[in-house]
């Protein structure tokens, strides 16, 4: 690993929330001393003719496997659908049987993100979706704590399990303490990166 951690902020995103969580942890990246590669997903289509851009219009450039094997930690994020993540972002790491094989992710740090229209709408479950590919993969599964203050005071998104926003029905910004939240992430993917992933 080089000495400035490349941490993948990999995410998808519609209404643009969870894009702005992604934002937000790469902002904690920086501010850590990491680089963060912000990459995002395609989405999937029912009818297989449908074919897509090789690179969207706007944003972060779409992820390959080369992308999530060469990272030294992840920020996965997705909005959150009946619970779980969105499906294009699980059809992307179901893509990853490869690398499991090869053990390519063992060992390296990686937290999670999400963001829901509702205040309730199953923030929690989705992040632990996410978590479930990753202990699969080896990684080291890293949460927020406690000791900043902003989990107990925040009035809006944010778990230990890891950063989340509740955007509303009109989309509205992410609050400050969800903000610091997912710079927090980033930090904390970033510090541990650093150090060095077990012999």
Do not use: I
């Amino acid at each position: 690993m080089s000495t400035t951690p490349v941490v993948l902020v990999l995410y998808y995103s519609e209404s643009g929330s969870t894009a702005a969580l992604a934002k937000h942890v790469a902002r904690g990246v920086a501010l850590a001393g990491g680089e963060a590669k912000m990459r995002t997903v395609p989405p999937v289509a029912p009818a297989t003719e449908v074919t897509l851009p090789p690179e969207p219009p706007e944003g972060a450039p779409y992820a390959s496997l080369e992308d999530l094997a060469h990272c030294d930690a992840l920020a996965l994020g997705s909005p959150t659908r009946f619970g779980n993540m969105a499906a294009p972002l699980k059809y992307f790491l179901d893509q990853s049987s490869g690398l499991w094989m090869q053990g390519a992710l063992r060992d390296k740090p990686a937290g999670v993100f999400t963001s829901t229209a509702s205040l309730h709408g199953g923030q929690e479950s989705t992040l632990l979706s996410m978590m479930l590919p990753l202990f699969h993969h080896g990684m080291v599964l890293l949460g927020l704590s406690y000791e900043s203050g902003k989990l107990v005071s925040t009035t809006g998104g944010g778990t230990p399990y890891g950063p989340s926003h509740h955007a509303g029905a009109g989309g509205q910004a992410l609050s400050e303490a969800e903000s610091a939240l997912a710079q927090e992430l980033g930090q904390r993917l970033t510090t541990f990166a650093r150090h060095g992933r077990p012999s």
